[in-house]
């Protein structure tokens, strides 16, 4: 019983983190996402996939290396951080966030979300 409580909690809490990041993140934006999405921009969606993505491995990997919730949370509020700083450094060096994205250029929604897993991914790695 106390290994299906520990995974509800786990689950629980890791759910309401992601939900907490995407809420901070599509704030932070100067687009708005979900409109974007609701009407069929498939860049949008591609860019915040993959930053919801990132967050969450990195999530994942603090899951199952730090022995307790506090350690944990640190790591989640780390990963929001690391997140958040690679999207404005990418926007800055490429120049064109929210003009191309409002514009559904879905190669840049695809490279936008490609290195927000891909910094996820290395994030993960670190804490291991």
């Known amino acids: 019983m106390d290994a299906i409580l520990n995974y509800l909690l786990h689950l629980l809490l890791s759910a309401g983190l992601v939900a907490a990041f995407f809420w901070i993140y599509t704030g932070i934006t100067p687009f ?3 409109a974007l999405i609701r009407g069929g921009n498939m860049a949008a969606a591609l860019s915040l996939s993959g930053a919801v993505l990132g967050f969450a491995v990195t999530l994942a990997s603090a899951l199952m290396h730090t022995p307790d919730y506090r350690q944990f ?3 989640a ?3 929001l951080i690391v ?3 690679c ?3 990418a926007t800055r060096l490429l120049h064109m966030a929210q003009d191309q994205i409002e514009a559904n250029n879905k190669a840049f929604g695809t490279l936008l979300g490609g290195i927000s897993l891909s910094i996820g991914l290395i994030n993960a790695g670190c804490i291991s």
């Open 87 to 89: 999207y404005f450094v």
């Open 77 to 79: 509020a780390l990963a």
């Open 32 to 34: 708005k996402e979900v």
């Open 73 to 75: 949370l640190l790591w």
């Open 83 to 85: 997140q958040l700083a």
